[in-house]
């Protein structure tokens, strides 16, 4: 297997805490009392709900679907009854959740496999992909079936399984690999198959041996997938830097890898689709790490939809300390360990590890954070120009090419939130543009009611009848037209 340097400016080497996780198997977290599903589980437009209140499902029964072409349908993690519909405790607030209460029974719905996938249309693996439900399961929640979709239309020629799992204590993807490296092998082929790549690579991070091994042993001797080792550097498993980094190509700014011919899906997305055309299994459950002060931390397989604090249990914890959803460098704090496990959630992290609590200071323009940012951003005046609500400054620094890696609030010797403010600020910046939108969109409204009646004015304005008859017959037919119309 190839080693190759992670290749981008900047970035961290930071100090892991990934053994007290990977190498136990993971465990089933049992059935809860209740699943609560938000419809919002990946980036786009959520789906509408398809069930009502006091309805029995079955395990994998569509609940929720759109027609938008960014979204994707919601399924039933297990069979119960939809005991409520409302808004519920997630990451970062409040939304509209499905609410099953198990009947223990976890009984399937009619899911059927996809035979000889290879000897069809490409266009069938990727309607699979949409109709299961599957979105980046790395963290970054975007569907996959447009992500297919945008790589044949823009002829991508390289596929990319991202295995490379950067943050410091995140090891879900490292278990998934070691316990299923044949579904991540499989589900690469076949989603290789759906872009029409010519190329697939598997990477991982030169610190998982064992992953790397047991991708080995899957790919039985067989030369169509590459398997490359990457450089141990903080991001390195950032979807631009690893591009750069196995393909020696820049993904330019404010562009996306298909730009330069490149498709990324994350190893438990591959496993996904795996499941997908083999069983027609939507994504139900996923892997997490659950890790810092815990008793027993480990890896689990979970039902979409299980609260948190069941999982905080099933490893042994009374949650004393901050709850992060996600690592110590990309993780988002939750309130309420009340809040469901969804597709994007991959660790829970607890405690001290999960504290940056240390009092802000001024920026001393020490340039710290400039050394580190791995897209080369000036993350102290980003930083300024947040604070100062300066969006267009924002637009002119770049602010949308920031990954939000947090290598620069690590390095700030200020202590400065500098990832909050770019979150903020990206908010604030979406926000302007939905109301752009929206008065456009107001404006055209008006000038078209405008054209519409001065139309209609036109039209109603009286010309003399003519002299003739026949004419003036005529006349009359075109008037009692134009009344009817
Ligand atoms: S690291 Fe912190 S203190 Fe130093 S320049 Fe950047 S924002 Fe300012
Ligand atoms: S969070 Fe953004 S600005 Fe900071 S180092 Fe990462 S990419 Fe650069």
């Known amino acids: 297997m190839k080693t190759v340097p992670a290749g981008f400016p900047g970035g961290l080497r930071l100090q892991t805490h990934k053994r007290t996780t990977s190498e136990g198997l993971s465990r089933l977290v049992p059935l809860p009392e209740r699943i ?215 993904v330019p700014s404010g562009g996306l890898a298909i730009h330069v011919g490149v498709v990324v899906q994350n190893v438990a997305t591959a496993a996904a689709t795996y499941r997908a055309v083999t069983r027609g299994e939507p994504v139900v459950s996923r892997y997490i790490t659950v890790t810092g002060a815990v008793s027993q931390p480990g890896n689990l397989q979970v039902l979409l939809g299980s609260p948190v604090g ?58 710290n954070c400039v050394d580190v940012c791995p897209v080369r951003l000036m993350p102290h005046e980003l930083h300024q120009a947040a604070r100062a609500d300066d969006l267009e400054s924002l637009r002119e620094l770049h602010l949308f090419d920031c990954i939000e890696c947090g290598c620069c609030a690590y390095v700030c010797p200020s202590h400065i939130p500098l990832v909050l403010d770019y979150r903020n600020a990206k908010e604030a910046i979406a926000a302007q543009e939905r109301r752009r939108v929206g008065a456009d969109r107001a404006r055209a409204r008006f000038e078209e009611r405008n054209a519409r009646l001065h139309q209609q004015q036109q039209q109603r ?3 003399s009848a003519p002299e003739d008859a026949a004419e003036r017959l005529e006349y009359v037919r075109q008037a009692a037209a134009r009344n009817k119309s």
């Not at 099953?100 to 309607?127: A, C, F, M, N």
Request: glycine content about 10%; charged content about 20%.
């Open 36 to 250: 609560i599903l938000p419809l919002q589980q990946h980036i786009g437009l959520p789906p509408a709900p398809l069930v009502k209140v006091g309805d029995t499902v079955l395990k994998g029964q569509v609940i929720a679907d759109s027609e938008h072409y960014v979204s994707v349908p919601l399924h039933a993690s297990t069979s119960g009854r939809v005991s409520d519909m409302d808004m519920y405790p997630v990451a970062g607030g409040r939304t509209l959740c499905i609410v099953i209460e198990p009947d223990g029974q976890d009984r399937w719905s009619d899911i059927r496999p996809t035979h000889d996938y290879q000897g069809r249309d490409p266009k069938v693996v990727h309607k699979l992909i949409r109709a299961c439900g599957i979105v980046g399961l790395g963290g970054a929640g975007f569907p996959t079936h447009v992500k297919v979709h945008e790589g044949v239309e823009n002829e991508v020629h390289t596929l990319i399984i991202n295995g490379v799992e950067c943050e410091p204590y995140i090891t879900c993807d490292d278990r998934l690999i070691r316990e299923k490296a044949e579904y991540v092998v499989a589900g690469t082929r076949m989603m290789a198959h759906a872009l029409k790549a010519g190329r697939s690579i598997i990477a991982v991070e030169e610190d998982m041996p064992e992953a790397a091994t047991a991708l080995e042993q899957a790919l039985h001797g067989t030369q169509d997938i590459e398997l490359i080792a990457v450089a141990t550097c903080y991001p390195a498993g950032g979807e631009k830097q690893l591009v750069q980094a196995l393909t020696g190509r820049e």
């Open 310 to 367: 069941d999982c905080l249990q099933m490893c042994d914890c009374d949650v004393d300390g901050r709850v992060v959803l996600g690592g110590p460098m990309m993780g988002r704090m939750l309130e309420d360990t009340a809040a469901p496990v969804t597709k994007t959630v991959n660790c829970i992290l607890v405690g001290s590890a999960a504290t940056v609590s240390t009092a802000e200071q001024p920026c001393i323009r020490c340039g």
């Open 461 to 463: 304005t009286p010309v």
